[in-house]
């Protein structure tokens, strides 16, 4: 059965009054901010906000000041119109999908200085991006105003960013943060995953493998943070990934730990081609890395 169509808003001033709109008489709103090219990594997002709220938006914006000069943001992959119909099918209530000049209307002066924890892990090979990240988010924040944001833990430094610019910045919004969706052997989905050509899609499942050995290490009672992480990149290397970073983290402070606990997360990133892929999972319980 088609889904019922949604509005596409382009405008910031509309998105204003749609907003208004759905919330109607003391009705909750969600935002899902994404960049498009919707997955169900993206869409599983959008479930878990209609438990949350009484209308889900959907935010589709590629943002160019995430992105340095090197990176694909002139290819990144771009789809509206099947994003509209997949965002509607889960039952969202509206697409936000602004162009470049309705963000950034004029040259931006005034940004979100995301501070220590945006140096370390993808912060460090990728200087501005959570700058750029954290900047969007507040500006999609201000526009729609929702009572709740939900985000992927697939992103796990971008969540805890955002979870620290809500609170330090006195936002009212709730973050909500839903697991990592993967493809059945447990590479973690991704719009970047369209890049892949079939023999690269086959080195990519090393990252989640990789994971899930350092699991199955501290299972085994391995402690130590550097012997887990070496095990992690050699994995890696072996399966012809090159290694950005693979680091044991503190999930609250993103500081690198020596002597692993069970909540502590693996972080990591590496090239497979010319693609960066990520990926994480906390060293015991809960995961949706495949047995
Ligand atoms: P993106 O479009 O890549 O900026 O992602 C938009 C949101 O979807 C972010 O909060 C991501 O963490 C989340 N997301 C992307 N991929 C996944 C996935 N495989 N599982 C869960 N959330 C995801």
Known sequence: MAAEPVPVVRSCA?????????????????????????????????????????????????NPTQFGPAEDFGAYPRDLEGDVARAAGRGAAAVFAPEAEEMYPRPQTIWVQPGPLADRLCGASRPGHFRGVLTVVLKLLNVVRPDVAVFGRKDFQQSVLVGRMLAELNLPVRLEVAPIVREPDGLAKSSRNFYLSPEERGRAVRLSAALREARAAFAAGERDASVLCGGVRGT???????????????????????????????????FVGETRLIDNAPLSGASTLPE
Not at 238 to 243: C, S, T
């Open 236 to 270: 890696l290397e072996e399966g012809g990934v090159r290694v950005d970073y693979v680091e044991i983290v503190d999930p609250a402070t993103l500081e690198p730990v020596s002597e692993v606990g069970p909540e502590d997360v693996c972080a990591l990133a590496g």
């Open 14 to 62: 509309r998105m204003r009054e749609m907003a208004r709109e759905l919330r109607g008489d003391g009705g909750t709103l969600a935002l899902v901010p994404t960049m498009g090219k919707l997955h169900e990594g993206h869409l599983s997002l959008v479930d878990r906000a209609r438990e949350l709220a009484d209308a889900v938006v959907v935010s589709v914006f590629v």
